[in-house]
């Protein structure tokens, strides 16, 4: 029979060991930006936090951010500068290198929108940079790292690894076996591999059991309810993860979303331009 007792696992990283090897050999050389972006809640943040670990970082959340001095504001709040320390580029420049930060992250830059041309001006504030975001940016010199959903199998994969462990983190008796080894593996594949809504499952589960929440997804993962109060708003939800990531589309990308999702599960390029 098998069955994994995941007590002595890690949850962050489970299926990112591709990436993490792409953002070492970024950091071990001097270079320009680097951009993780994709889709709402494949753990861009939490890829970002866990690199940062073993790193002189500075991380710093600019979800509230709407122009390049809020952005300032918020490295300063970060690194618990005074005033006139993070009033200017060049006070939060000379700040930084008395700190010796090697690396500073910038989570969350989507919502800036124009503003986002601004953000280059950064990288001289540590000898690596970082962002986070849900739109391409475009920087001059950029390293891009585009995050995918974690991959999903018939059997047990990354994304089903990734689910019984953010429920043990819930209930530590969890132990996936037989039948239930199954449902888990199913669970996964409905969420398509989406860490958040992996996450939003194993809630679920750790309520309902497996069969029942396996059962509940067949209709929709959108009002899967996350209950943690710590959490952003749009990571509440699958729902209203995809709104945030909505609000930030021109009128031509929203109507396109729209005739999109006419398309109950996956669909080629082709079918698309006849949707379009």
Do not use: C
């Amino acid at each position: 029979m098998t069955a994994f007792s995941p007590r002595s696992e890690s949850s962050d990283l489970i299926g990112r060991e591709q990436e993490l090897r792409e953002l070492e050999e970024w950091f071990a050389k001097p270079s320009g930006p680097l951009v993780i972006w994709g889709q709402g809640g494949l753990g861009k943040t939490a890829l970002a936090r866990e690199f940062g670990k073993s790193k002189a970082t500075l991380f710093v959340d600019v979800t509230t951010a709407t122009s390049f001095d809020h952005v300032l504001v918020a490295i300063g709040e970060a690194a618990k500068l005074g005033y006139d320390e993070a009033a200017t580029l060049l006070g939060l420049q000379q700040a930084l290198l008395t700190r010796k930060i090697e690396l500073l992250v910038i989570d969350n830059i989507e919502q800036l929108g124009e503003e986002i041309a601004t953000l280059p001006r950064l990288t001289s504030l540590a000898s690596h940079v970082m962002f986070t975001s849900r739109l391409l940016t475009g920087f001059p010199l950029e390293t891009q790292l585009a995050l995918q959903p974690l991959p999903i199998a018939p059997n047990w994969s990354s994304a089903a690894i990734l689910l019984l462990l953010r429920e043990a983190a819930i209930d530590p008796s969890t132990m996936a076996e037989g039948e239930n080894l199954a449902l888990y593996s199913k669970i996964a594949a409905v969420t398509d591999g989406i860490p958040l809504a992996l996450g939003l499952a194993a809630i679920q589960i750790s309520k309902v059991g497996a069969a029942l929440t396996a059962s509940q997804l067949e209709d929709s993962l959108l009002d899967l309810p996350n209950e943690a109060s710590d959490r952003p708003t749009r990571q509440r939800t699958m729902d209203e993860s995809i709104d945030w990531s909505w609000r930030f589309l021109g009128a031509d990308d929203q109507r396109a979303v729209l005739s999109l999702s006419l398309f109950a599960s996956t669909f080629t390029f082709e079918d698309a331009l006849e949707a379009l």
